[in-house]
């Protein structure tokens, strides 16, 4: 199996279309066809179903887009990396984020880090920590920024300076924008939006054994989106501060959680992870100038 061959499978896959996959690809019509019959006849399953004018993806399809996404990427990632290697101004940098105001620290030294490396190219990778760690376990990813405390058997790892806190996302005018801050027994029985993390790991240690008083309405992945069912008075959102806009005019109050719940981030790397030039020189200068 050939890492041509997925690129072709995978334009099929997202064009929905062999005619306009191969014009995307710059190869004729027969010879795509004739790629993804063979990988077909060499998994011994079918990937696709043909219709008229139209092919979507089997379940044995769908399985293979996802390695083949990572398999894909892991080649292209290989292929920067042998690149760069003559390359003592730039390279790729490969981060996967955590939702936190505390990223514009790391924002703040990529864009210092830049000025002295201009040909620095960074990709960005949003996603809780089960995304993004998987992720870097897989070498997709070159740092990870977590919001719970990282496995040190697994990671090197650096603190960002300060905590995020706890607290609900509240419609202005709502009886709860006027309290200073929010305990378990004011959210009982209420509408709750929480990401999934949160949800099953912070929220249950701040609150304990009154979490069955609490009602999940849904988990968001992103804040900004729940925050705009708030804002349709679906429901409040638990989440860290200063993810959402708060200011005069947004339609939305921050409260925070008492007793007062904080959360620290950290910057992760595997061990023994051999890095591009790049990529090191960017460790080093974290390490110098994060804390």
Known sequence: MEIRTLRYFLAVAREENMTRAAEVLHVSQPTLSKQIQALEDELGRKLFIRHSFRIELTEEGMLLRERAEDLVSMADKITGEFAALGDITGGDVYLGLAESYQIRYLARQIRRFKELYPNLRYHITSGDTEQVTEKLDRGLLDFAVLAEEPDAAKYHYLPFPEADV???????????????????????????????????KDIPRWCG????????????????NASLFVKEGLGFLLTLSRLIDTSDGSG????????RLEEKIYLVWKKYQLFTPIAQRLLDTLKANML
């Open 252 to 259: 939305l109050v921050f409260r925070p959680l008492t007793p």
């Open 209 to 224: 054994e009154k979490m069955d008083s609490l009602c999940l309405e849904g988990s968001f992945r992103l804040s900004y």
């Open 166 to 200: 706890w607290g609900l996302i509240v419609p202005v005018g709502h009886t709860l924008a006027s309290r200073l801050a929010i305990s378990a027994d004011d959210l009982a029985g209420l509408p709750l939006f929480c990401s999934e993390q949160g949800w099953k």
